[in-house]
């Protein structure tokens, strides 16, 4: 969706909560009381009533809005520029963008956007080949510690490194590319996760929990890989002497790794560890619809329709 359609649909609250409206029907609403599905619509208090437990949700609840006093308008906004890019929005132009006077509203409301990505993409696991590897995102720690009673000045941070396991659907493509400087393996989907452990243990856990059994796994000769056919169908390890056969077996991770380092150094420039997570959902969402077009932001929508706001809080750091 181009930018003069974005303001000319949701140019007023009004037609952005008619608009929401009409996701929400298409979609459909589930009874918090009783499961129903059948409901009756209260145009005087905006609500939907259940036609069998005669239980009464509102319009945002049970979506990403739910508990947000932010307008329909700002949302509306929100979720069509963050699906208009490639690249990505920082909160703080999003902020310039609606004109709001606080950041910190639309710096949540956008992680809850992004925590709808990656909940999204947790409904799937990876399969075929799979091109495995880590990455090292660099984030920001606080240390107000070093601050005595009295001093002024900016609490000083130090940069950390955040592990990150990437994983990426690669097979060789059957028709080569004439550009000889692009991969001869042709991508799939995306998964990036941040490692609580870097270690065999927190690696095997994550590979189990996105990626198929029947799947073939490609790494580096990296020792906490070891194993990892106990686990899935075949594993085959590659020495990382020679640095001519590493692009060549695993291209797409370290193109996967290299775009959203500048994307997070680019746009965000200081992430906290917390929070690295809900950003490589977001590249990792838009990657594996890259082909989607406009039809990403009819996807979000959906994403963002059967995400709860349950637990948000939490995830979010």
């Given at each position: 969706m181009k930018l003069s359609e974005i303001f000319r649909r949701y140019s007023n609250e009004?037609?952005?909560?008619?608009?929401?409206?009409?996701?929400?029907d298409k979609q459909g609403v589930c009874c918090k009381k009783c499961q129903g599905t059948e409901h009756y619509w209260k145009?005087?208090?905006?609500?939907?009533?259940?036609k069998n437990c005669e239980f009464r949700t509102t319009l945002r609840s049970g979506t990403v809005m739910e508990a947000s006093k932010m307008p329909y308008q700002s949302w509306m906004i929100a979720i069509a520029l963050i699906s208009a890019t490639k690249k990505s929005f920082s909160a703080l132009e999003i902020q310039r963008q609606l004109g709001h006077k606080r950041y910190e509203p639309i710096w949540l409301m956008m992680h809850k956007i992004r925590l709808c990505m990656g909940r999204r993409d947790d409904k799937y696991k990876l399969d075929g080949q799979i091109e495995?590897?880590?990455?090292?995102?660099?984030?920001?720690r606080v240390k107000p510690e070093k601050l005595k009673d009295g001093d002024k000045g900016?609490?000083?941070t130090i940069k950390r490194q955040v592990t990150v396991?990437?994983?990426?659907?690669s097979e060789l493509a059957k028709v080569p590319h004439k550009n000889k400087?692009?991969?001869?393996r042709k991508a799939g989907r995306l998964k990036m996760q941040v490692l609580?452990?870097?270690?065999?243990?927190?690696?095997?856990?994550?590979?189990?929990?996105?990626?198929?059994g029947t799947a073939k796994a490609i790494t580096d000769g990296a020792t906490y890989y070891t194993k990892l056919e106990s686990i899935l169908a075949d594993h085959?390890?590659?020495?990382?002497?020679?640095?001519?056969?590493?692009p060549k077996v695993m291209p797409w991770v370290h193109i996967a790794i290299s775009n959203a380092k500048k994307i997070c150094l680019g746009i965000h420039h200081s992430i906290k560890r917390g929070y690295m997570q809900n950003y490589l959902n977001e590249f990792c969402y838009k990657f594996n619809r890259r082909y989607f077009g406009d039809r990403l932001f009819d996807r979000l929508m959906v994403a963002c329709l059967e995400s709860a706001w349950y637990g948000f809080r939490y995830d979010c750091g």
């Open positions: 009004q037609k952005s909560k008619l608009a929401f409206k009409e996701w929400r145009q005087d208090k905006w609500q939907y009533e259940c495995i590897d880590e990455g090292f995102f660099e984030s920001y900016p609490i000083p396991l990437v994983m990426v659907e400087f692009r991969p001869k609580d452990k870097p270690n065999r243990q927190g690696i095997h856990y994550e590979v189990k929990k996105h990626i198929e085959t390890a590659y020495s990382c002497g020679d640095p001519t056969i590493m």
